[in-house]
């Protein structure tokens, strides 16, 4: 079992940035692809961000492209969110995902789910 941490939410002016981390237990870390998902009132959760076991491959959804950068250092079993550029609609709860194998972007590909960090954007 993976136990997934996060940390970094919080209140930010549009415009700015923010830097989520997703700090996972147990070894090995790079065992695991990683991703960045987020859920608005009203809406269904979608996918954010993925990164492959080692972060050489990487893929982001077209409403963060630019703006948003995952990366990971396995060394400290942490995954990471930049956030750069924030807009309003950015406003979500977001979730980090760890699934065993290859980089997935699909909700039902990941096996591991953390419990949600808030980021609110306002303007």
């Known amino acids: 079992q993976v136990q997934l941490v996060e940390s970094g939410g919080g209140l930010v002016q549009a415009g700015g940035s923010l830097r989520l981390s997703c700090a996972a237990s147990g070894r090995p870390f790079s065992n695991y692809a990683m991703g960045w998902f987020r859920q608005a009132p009203g809406k269904e959760r979608e996918f954010v961000a993925a990164s492959n076991w080692n972060g050489a491959n990487t893929y982001y959804a077209d409403s963060v492209k630019g703006r948003f950068t995952i990366s990971r250092d396995n060394a400290k079993n942490t995954a990471y969110l930049q956030m750069n550029s924030l807009k309003p609609e950015d406003t979500a709860v977001y979730y980090c995902?760890?699934?065993?194998?290859?980089?997935?972007?699909?909700?039902?590909?990941?096996?591991?789910w953390g419990q949600g960090t808030q980021v609110t954007v306002s303007s």
């Open positions: 995902a760890a699934a065993r194998g290859v980089l997935k972007v699909a909700e039902t590909d990941y096996d591991y």
